[in-house]
């Protein structure tokens, strides 16, 4: 594990939002098929490192890498956007607030970018829709528009949207934190199959228990900085770190009886 | 009286096409404002917001009295017709540049950066993305657009082209009948505006079904 070279590398990120710093020297290594949970109070930084990682928020320090390529490398405008949108093409986001392309039927939203950006035609597209709504159970709903849609619909299609390019990383933030707690769990197990299937992953939650029954590896975020790291059995069990104990406490009030 | 009704149908007429072209030129100035406002080059933007403001900023009127009368001193030279267009072309493409930016602006920023996401290129998340949704916000507020335009094509009438205002004058001399030459002028005007509503109307039905 230590000698594999890491299939995502973050390496001293630093980003300011003005005078803001929220990421202080961060640094994370996430191997192929590895799934890492980051777990942190509000505004500690969760989202902004997620998003940094496709340059949604590009930060102002350090390097991020995937595979042998420099994500976040310094190139000429016009380079730096061709560059980019490949490397996109590659890391699948899912948002807090699903993001589905309202003007298209579920179908569109899955086959947009693969007909845009890979020359599918309309036959391949269509098969590559199904398979990929067939994977989150929302085939029967491939005709529908995303407003016919409840929440945990319109996440799974979220999830096949991204699958459909099919990206070599997937990075959900706060994937279910909008949702009704009864609809929790569909989007919940279409995670813990893509785990099965060995997708590597980076989760932001503030789902204590599913960050324990699915991720390998668990950060714990506060006020810009990596607090403490582990195993989930460490981190939630036995964490070291005050901060961690702390925050721990809180959270998982409800969740343990 | 009714010697007349032929000439304001004329009239009529060049008030419609006032108006068509002055709102293609509208749209065409407007779709250009609204590129250089929501460029990633400062020069344009503030180019876009200048264009904006000084054309807001000031009465048509004016700007027509500068185009018609001030222009060949600086060497344009327009009939009365083309300075009418023109000048209220580029008036009402002040107004539509604020009307489609605003609804591109409107778009909630996480669909452009789900299109991003996915490696989608900027110009084709504007194309695939966020124009399709804005381009039903906006159908309205240019028909509002459309709508005021169509009423400013009177002001042409002070630099003499013979649209219906002017012709409405013009036979108060010879009928002395002001209140029905104003009647009749305002009746066709409000024909014209309420077929040009009724389409819109029609256009934003369409849009949302679909
Ligand atoms: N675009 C932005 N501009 C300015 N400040 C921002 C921006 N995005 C996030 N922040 C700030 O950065 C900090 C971390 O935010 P975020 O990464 O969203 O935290 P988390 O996801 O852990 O709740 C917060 O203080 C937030 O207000
Ligand atoms: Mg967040």
């Given at each position: 594990m230590t000698d594999q070279k890491p299939f995502v590398d973050i390496r001293h990120a630093q980003k300011s939002f003005g005078a803001l710093?929220?990421?202080?020297d961060i640094n994370l290594q996430v191997q192929k098929g590895q799934i890492v949970a980051i777990i942190g109070?509000?505004?500690?930084g969760k989202s902004t490192l997620l998003r940094a990682i496709n340059d949604?928020?590009?930060?102002?320090?350090g390097e991020i890498w995937l595979e042998d390529k420099q994500i976040n490398k310094k190139l000429p405008h016009r380079q730096y956007e061709k560059h980019i949108n490949l490397v996109r093409q590659e890391i699948g986001m899912v948002f807090q607030h699903f993001?589905?392309?309202?003007?298209?039927k579920v179908r569109e939203n899955v086959t947009l970018a693969p007909k845009m950006?890979?020359?599918?035609s309309e036959a391949e597209a269509n098969k590559l829709a199904e398979v990929q709504l067939e994977k989150v159970g929302m085939l029967e709903r491939i005709?529908?528009?995303?407003?016919?849609?409840?929440g945990g619909q319109k996440q799974r299609v979220a999830i096949a949207r991204a699958l459909a390019m099919n990206p070599k990383v997937m990075l959900f933030?706060?994937?279910?934190?909008?949702?009704d707690p009864e609809l929790v769990e569909e989007v919940n197990l279409v995670m813990k199959k893509l785990a099965e299937e060995h997708m590597t992953m980076i989760i932001v939650t503030h789902e204590m228990s599913f960050a324990e029954s699915v991720c390998d590896r668990v950060l714990f975020m506060d006020q810009g900085v990596v607090v403490e790291e582990g195993p989930p059995d460490v981190i939630f069990r036995?964490?070291?770190n005050d901060r961690t104990k702390e925050f721990l406490r809180k959270h998982l009030a409800g969740q343990h009886p | 009286m009714q010697r007349v009704f032929p000439f304001f149908l004329e009239a009529a007429w060049i008030t419609i096409l006032l108006s068509v072209l002055t709102a293609v030129l509208g749209l065409i100035c407007g779709i250009l404002g609204t590129w250089a406002r929501l460029s990633r080059f400062a020069l344009l933007r503030f180019i876009g917001a200048a264009y904006v403001s000084v054309f807001r900023g000031t009465p048509a009127l004016i700007q027509l009295f500068i185009l018609y009368f001030g222009g060949p001193q600086i060497g344009i030279q327009l009939d009365a017709f083309e300075a009418g267009v023109i000048g209220l072309g580029i008036n009402a493409g002040a107004y539509m540049t604020e009307t489609m930016r605003g609804a591109i602006i409107s778009i909630d920023k996480g669909q452009i950066e789900a299109a991003r996401t996915v490696g989608l290129s900027r110009l084709q998340t504007m194309r695939y993305v966020v124009l399709p949704q804005a381009m039903r916000l906006m159908i309205r507020p240019l028909g509002v657009n459309i709508n005021a335009l169509i009423k400013a094509t009177a002001l042409v009438a002070a630099i003499s082209v013979v649209e219906l205002t002017y012709t409405a004058q013009r036979y108060i001399g010879s009928t002395y009948k002001p209140f029905e030459m104003f009647l009749i002028a305002g009746a066709l005007y409000m024909i014209i505006i309420y077929v040009t509503g009724q389409a819109v109307a029609w256009l934003d039905r369409k849009a949302r079904i679909n």
């Open positions: 710093e929220v990421l202080k109070p509000s505004g500690s949604l928020d590009p930060l102002t320090g993001n589905l392309f309202p003007h298209l950006l890979k020359g599918l005709d529908f528009y995303p407003s016919q849609l409840s933030d706060e994937a279910t934190s909008a949702l036995n964490p070291k | -």
